[in-house]
Every structure is written in structure tokens, then in C-alpha cells.
């Protein structure tokens, strides 16, 4: 696939190497410009862009960004797009976001509020970026780390779970994107590497 992909830190960065590594035609965007990207580019084989460049022909565009810059984000561009939303809110460095604070919003929904006509999904929110890096399996491997995969958008949705496969990880169905709370920080499944099973099990008990 053509892949955007805006954000080149700890998340952002390792699925430009690993989406580069499995044949995707990638290309990566940051707040800081082409420029500060040619070493990730050079590493990965992806093609360093602005934002614009990123969305623009991408089937698919990754959004790894800090949350409180999702709202400078041009909105055009990603609507019909298929965007995977892998952020988190954490107060300490996003601010007070009143809908979030008192979890009236998900995270996800806010985001999709902001890119309108965006087809967003939920998924690599939860994992540690070394581990997204390093710890994928084949299918055929019985001991495979979960990934909950939350959205509205059935179709979407179907792919971003055959694109965390192919990333090595077992995908889990986690609902609507209202539903993705369930999957953010301070939840059973955030940061825990639990199997599909525990992932089920995490996501069902989950409290708001």
C-alpha cells in the first residue's frame, strides 16, 4: 500500500521502518519539515514529506502525533482517508481537554471530530515502540502479542487488522471508536503485551 505517516517519534518512526521493511510505499511527515527527516528516510527507505505530501495519495495515513497537535492538522486532506489513530491523551503534556478529562469523549472520537470525514481507527496506541519494533511473530506462532483495533468503519477497520497481522501481531476486534477508551492509558490492556485472550478479557474489564 501507499502509507502516510505523520509523526516520526517513538511510534511514528518505528512503523516507517517496519512498513518500509514489509514493501509499503511510505512516506513520512513531522511538525518540523522534510529536512529533519532525511536521516529516517535514509534508514527506512521512506520518502521524507510534509504533511500534505503524506496524505495526499496514501490508502492509508498513520496519525502518531502528540494529541494536542491534532487539531493544527489541515483537515482536507484525510477526508475519505483511512486513518490510524495510534495517540494517547496524557494530560501532563496534551493540557486540560475538559471531554477527555472527564472521559465523556474517547481520545479516538475527539480526533475524529477534528479530521472530519476521516474514516479513523483505533490501534498501536497500547504497545511500547520497541516492542511494536522487535516482538512480532508469524501467524503460525502460538505466544503472539494483541493489538485492540477500535472504529466505526467495518471496512477500515478490516484492514488496519490485516495490516497489524502483517506487522506480526494478533489483531482484536475492540469495538467503536466510542468504545476505545477501554484501550487508552490507565486500562488493563494499555502497555501489557497480553495475548488475544488477554486482550478480550482487558478490554471487557475495563472501567471508565
Given at each position: 500500500?501507499?502509507?502516510g505517516?505523520?509523526?516520526?517519534?517513538?511510534?511514528?518512526?518505528t512503523?516507517?521502518?517496519?512498513?518500509?521493511?514489509?514493501?509499503?510505499?511510505?512516506t513520512?511527515a513531522?511538525s518540523?519539515?522534510?529536512?529533519?527527516?532525511?536521516e529516517?528516510?535514509?534508514?527506512?527507505?521512506?520518502?521524507?514529506?510534509?504533511?500534505?505530501?503524506?496524505?495526499?495519495?496514501?490508502?492509508?495515513?498513520?496519525?502518531?502525533?502528540?494529541?494536542?497537535?491534532?487539531?493544527?492538522?489541515?483537515?482536507?486532506?484525510?477526508?475519505?482517508?483511512?486513518?490510524?489513530?495510534?495517540?494517547?491523551?496524557?494530560?501532563?503534556?496534551?493540557?486540560?481537554?475538559?471531554?477527555l478529562?472527564?472521559?465523556?469523549?474517547?481520545?479516538?472520537?475527539?480526533t475524529?471530530?477534528?479530521?472530519?470525514?476521516?474514516?479513523?481507527?483505533?490501534?498501536?496506541?497500547?504497545?511500547?515502540?520497541?516492542h511494536?519494533?522487535?516482538?512480532?511473530?508469524?501467524?503460525?506462532?502460538?505466544?503472539?502479542?494483541?493489538?485492540?483495533?477500535?472504529?466505526?468503519?467495518?471496512?477500515?477497520?478490516?484492514?488496519v487488522?490485516?495490516?497489524?497481522?502483517?506487522?506480526?501481531?494478533?489483531?482484536?476486534?475492540?469495538?467503536?471508536?466510542?468504545?476505545?477508551?477501554?484501550?487508552?492509558?490507565?486500562?488493563?490492556?494499555?502497555?501489557?503485551?497480553?495475548?488475544?485472550?488477554?486482550?478480550?478479557?482487558?478490554l471487557?474489564?475495563?472501567?471508565?
Amino acid at each position: 500500500m501507499k502509507i502516510g505517516i505523520i509523526g516520526s517519534g517513538h511510534i511514528g518512526g518505528t512503523l516507517t521502518r517496519r512498513l518500509g521493511a514489509l514493501g509499503h510505499d511510505v512516506t513520512v511527515a513531522n511538525s518540523r519539515g522534510p529536512e529533519s527527516l532525511t536521516e529516517l528516510a535514509q534508514e527506512s527507505g521512506a520518502t521524507a514529506g510534509t504533511v500534505e505530501q503524506a496524505v495526499q495519495d496514501a490508502e492509508l495515513v498513520v496519525v502518531a502525533i502528540p494529541l494536542f497537535a491534532v487539531p493544527a492538522l489541515p483537515v482536507q486532506p484525510f477526508d475519505g482517508k483511512i486513518v490510524v489513530d495510534a495517540n494517547n491523551y496524557y494530560p501532563q503534556r496534551d493540557g486540560d481537554i475538559a471531554e477527555l478529562l472527564d472521559r465523556s469523549l474517547s481520545s479516538s472520537r475527539w480526533t475524529a471530530d477534528h479530521l472530519k470525514g476521516a474514516r479513523v481507527v483505533k490501534t498501536f496506541n497500547n504497545i511500547q515502540a520497541a516492542h511494536l519494533m522487535d516482538h512480532g511473530k508469524p501467524a503460525d506462532a502460538g505466544d503472539r502479542i494483541a493489538l485492540p483495533v477500535a472504529g466505526d468503519d467495518a471496512d477500515a477497520k478490516q484492514l488496519v487488522m490485516q495490516l497489524v497481522d502483517a506487522l506480526g501481531f494478533d489483531p482484536v476486534d475492540a469495538g467503536t471508536l466510542d468504545e476505545s477508551w477501554r484501550q487508552q492509558p490507565d486500562t488493563p490492556v494499555y502497555g501489557t503485551d497480553r495475548d488475544a485472550e488477554g486482550v478480550r478479557q482487558g478490554l471487557a474489564e475495563a472501567r471508565p
